[in-house]
C-alpha cells in the first residue's frame, strides 16, 4: 500500500464548506479543535447535555444534531457505534441533500449496512490510528498520527480529494495515511482489538495474574509481572519493533519468549480460533449479536464491567497505583 502524505494533500476542497461534527467525545472534541485550528469551519451536533456544554465552552459553535446536518456541507458522525443507525434515521438523513458528504472515523455502520445512504452523497471515512487524545496532542506538536481514508461513495466524483483534505485538517498526512476500503477498515480493526489489543492482551494478563496467586505468590508482585510491567514492552514494540524489545530485555527473558510462547499460546491452535472469530466478523454474526445487545440497554456489557471491576487484579492495580502517585 502507498502511504499518502502531506505533499499529496490539501485543504482547498474544504474551502467555503462547512463541516458538521456529531458527538463530542474524545474523537469530536480533538477532532473539531485540530481542524478548526486548521482553518476549517467546524459546527457541533450534540444533545444539550455534558458535550453541549463542553463544546460551547470550547468556543465551538453549538446546535442540536438535526439543525447541524441541516447547515452542514459535510456530516461527520463520531458517535459510538451503535448510536449511529438511530441517530442518521431520526435527526441527518432529512438534513442529507445531492452532493453532500457523510465522513467516519470508523467504518462500522457502512460495513454492515446499518446506514444506507442516498446514492447522491459522497461517502468518506478518515480514521486516525490513534486515540482522540493523542490525535490533538501530535498535531498540537507540528506533527499528526497516522490514518487511514476511505472512499465508500463517490458521488460528485472528488469524494476522495475530501477524505484527503479532512486527513491533512487533521494533521494526519504529516505522518501518512493509507487509503483502504470501509470493510478493510472495519473488519481488520474489530479483529485487532478483540483478538490481540483488547480482548487477547487483557486475558492474557487476567489468566497470568490468577494463576500467580493461585499458587500463592502475592498479588501485588502478580500485578507487576503481568499487567504493569506490559506497558514498558508495548512501549518498546512501538519505537522499534519486536526486535527492539528482544534486544533490550535479558537473554534469559527472551529465551523464555520463544521456548514457552508455543507452549502456551499453541500456533496453528489459536490461529484457527482467530480464523473463526475473523469469519464472525466478516459474516455480520458479532455485529449483529452487539446490536442487539445495545438495543436492549447492553445488560451483557454492563454485568462484565461490574464483574471485572470486582477482580483481583483491578482491586490489587488500583492500590499498587496509588502507592506511585505524586504527593
Not at 465522513?103 to 462500522?108: A, L
Not at 460495513?111 to 446514492?119: D, L, S
Not at 505468590?217 to 499487567?227: G, H, R, T
Request: aromatic share 6%; with cysteine.
Amino acid at each position: 500500500m502507498d502511504i499518502i502524505h502531506d505533499n499529496a494533500a490539501s485543504l482547498t476542497p474544504l474551502a467555503g464548506k462547512t463541516i458538521a461534527i456529531m458527538g463530542y467525545g474524545a474523537q469530536g472534541r480533538n477532532q473539531a479543535l485540530s481542524l478548526r485550528d486548521s482553518g476549517v469551519r467546524v459546527i457541533i451536533g450534540v444533545r444539550p447535555g455534558k458535550s453541549f456544554k463542553a463544546a460551547t465552552e470550547d468556543g465551538m459553535e453549538v446546535m442540536g444534531v438535526k439543525e447541524a446536518a441541516e447547515k452542514a456541507d459535510i456530516i461527520h458522525i463520531l458517535l459510538p457505534d451503535e448510536k449511529h443507525g438511530d441517530v442518521y434515521e431520526k435527526e441527518i438523513k432529512q438534513g442529507l441533500k445531492a452532493g453532500k458528504a457523510l465522513c467516519c472515523s470508523h467504518g462500522f455502520a457502512y460495513a454492515f449496512n446499518v446506514i444506507n445512504p442516498p446514492k447522491d452523497v459522497d461517502v468518506i471515512m478518515v480514521a486516525p490510528k490513534g486515540p482522540g487524545t493523542e490525535v490533538r496532542r501530535r498535531f498540537v506538536e507540528g506533527f499528526g498520527c497516522p490514518g487511514l481514508i476511505s472512499v465508500h461513495q463517490n458521488a460528485t466524483g472528488k469524494a476522495r480529494e475530501l477524505a484527503l483534505a479532512i486527513a491533512k485538517g487533521l494533521g494526519l498526512t504529516r505522518a501518512g495515511v493509507l487509503e483502504c476500503t470501509m470493510k478493510q477498515e472495519t473488519y481488520e480493526d474489530l479483529f485487532g482489538e478483540q483478538n490481540v489489543i483488547c480482548g487477547g492482551i487483557t486475558d492474557l494478563m487476567e489468566c497470568g495474574f490468577e494463576t500467580l496467586i493461585e499458587a500463592g505468590y502475592p498479588p501485588e508482585m502478580a500485578y507487576f509481572e503481568c499487567i504493569h510491567e506490559a506497558k514498558l514492552i508495548v512501549d518498546l514494540i512501538y519505537e522499534g519493533g519486536i526486535q527492539k524489545m528482544n534486544a533490550i530485555i535479558s537473554n534469559t527473558a527472551e529465551w523464555g519468549e520463544y521456548s514457552n510462547g508455543e507452549f502456551i499460546l499453541p500456533h496453528e491452535q489459536l490461529k484457527a480460533l482467530m480464523k473463526e472469530s475473523l469469519r464472525r466478523i466478516e459474516s455480520g454474526e458479532f455485529a449483529k449479536k452487539w446490536l442487539a445487545e445495545a438495543a436492549a440497554g447492553a445488560p451483557n456489557l454492563n454485568a462484565k464491567r461490574a464483574a471485572l471491576a470486582e477482580h483481583p487484579a483491578e482491586i490489587t492495580g488500583k492500590r499498587i497505583r496509588s502507592l506511585f502517585e505524586r504527593k
